[in-house]
């Protein structure tokens, strides 16, 4: 399983990014990617989780986030708006080992992707 994340950027606060996640080796009908992040000197933090059926577990619970996918790509977005200076951050989608029962938490993601800089300021 590859992951490649894009979509970083500087923005202005109050503005939006979308940012995709290409997976490699996973299976359109059968995958589970989530997006997690890591703002300067802090922990990683988990943002949400989707399966390819469309289940969508929200763990950073922000309306600001939506998580989506385009399974015939094999791709994953996490849609931003209103993005605040907080949400800078190393932004990484990751991949359990098996996608059956999988958790939706940092320590769940077996595979990672190099990650996308997201710098939020004026």
């Known amino acids: 399983v590859q992951l490649v994340e894009s979509g970083g950027g500087l923005v202005q606060p109050g503005g939006s990014l979308r940012l995709s996640c290409v997976a490699s080796?996973?299976?359109?009908?059968?995958?589970?990617i989530g997006w997690f992040r890591q703002a300067p000197g802090k922990g990683y933090e988990m943002v949400a989780c989707i399966s390819s059926s469309g289940r969508i577990r929200n763990v950073l619970q922000s309306a600001r986030f939506t998580i989506s996918s385009d399974n015939a790509k094999n791709t994953v977005f996490l849609q931003m708006n209103n993005l605040k200076p907080e949400d800078t951050a190393v932004y990484y989608c990751?991949?359990?080992?098996?996608?059956?029962?999988?958790?939706?938490?940092?320590?769940?993601?077996?595979?990672w992707g190099k990650g996308t800089l997201v710098t939020v300021s004026s």
């Open positions: 080796g996973v299976s359109p009908d059968d995958f589970y």
């Open positions: 990751g991949a359990p080992a098996y996608t059956g029962m999988p958790g939706c938490g940092v320590d769940d993601m077996h595979y």
